[in-house]
């Protein structure tokens, strides 16, 4: 189900979608009650300045484009069953508690402002990410993850050479 330029709250949903993707959409309310049954969630650049506490236990693919405003949540409270995470856009908060469930992890941020600073430590990434994609040079990154297995990364970031040099079994493609 797609939902696109919606203005008003949205305060339930059908218990029968799997697939929510929300598009272009101001809110000035919090999104409550998800679908149970919702495991797929895209939120594309929609003005929305809450936290994503609330999101369905049985998410499994969450990904956040966010380009209106800087996002200024942490995302602290993911579902624990999440397996996969993407965060593109204006974002400069931690990511330092992610669930222990999450193989697949992708940030592409930018700065608000050009020349603002934006570094988001990477550090503190969960062990089971196996696939992690780093498409900017606004997130440093000393300590992999145990269990990655493919590292893409923007080879202007400026662990890359450090990176490669301490993991060099780890894939790496530039972007």
């Not at 996002?71 to 508690?97: A, E, F, R």
Request: some cysteine; aromatic content about 14%.
């Amino acid at each position: 189900m797609k939902l696109y330029q919606c203005v008003n709250p949205i305060t339930n949903f059908p218990n029968i979608i799997e697939c929510l993707e929300i598009e272009s959409c101001k809110f000035n309310t919090p999104v409550f009650n998800f679908s149970d049954n919702l495991k797929h969630l895209i939120l594309n650049n929609c003005d929305y300045q809450f936290p994503l506490d609330n999101l369905p236990h049985n998410l499994i693919n969450f990904e956040l484009i966010y380009y209106s405003n800087e996002y200024k949540y942490t995302l602290d409270h993911l579902p624990q069953g999440l397996q996969k995470l993407s965060i593109t856009g204006y974002y400069n908060n931690s990511v330092d508690n992610l669930p222990n469930t999450l193989r697949e992890f992708t940030i592409t941020v930018h700065p608000l402002k050009y020349n603002s600073p934006v570094y988001i430590n990477l550090d503190m990434l969960p062990d089971s990410i196996e696939i992690l994609i780093i498409k900017t040079g606004y997130c440093r990154i000393t300590k992999l993850p145990a269990n990655i297995k493919d590292l893409q990364m923007y080879k202007r970031n400026p662990d890359y050479d450090v990176l490669k040099e301490k993991f060099p079994n780890a894939k790496y493609v530039c972007y």
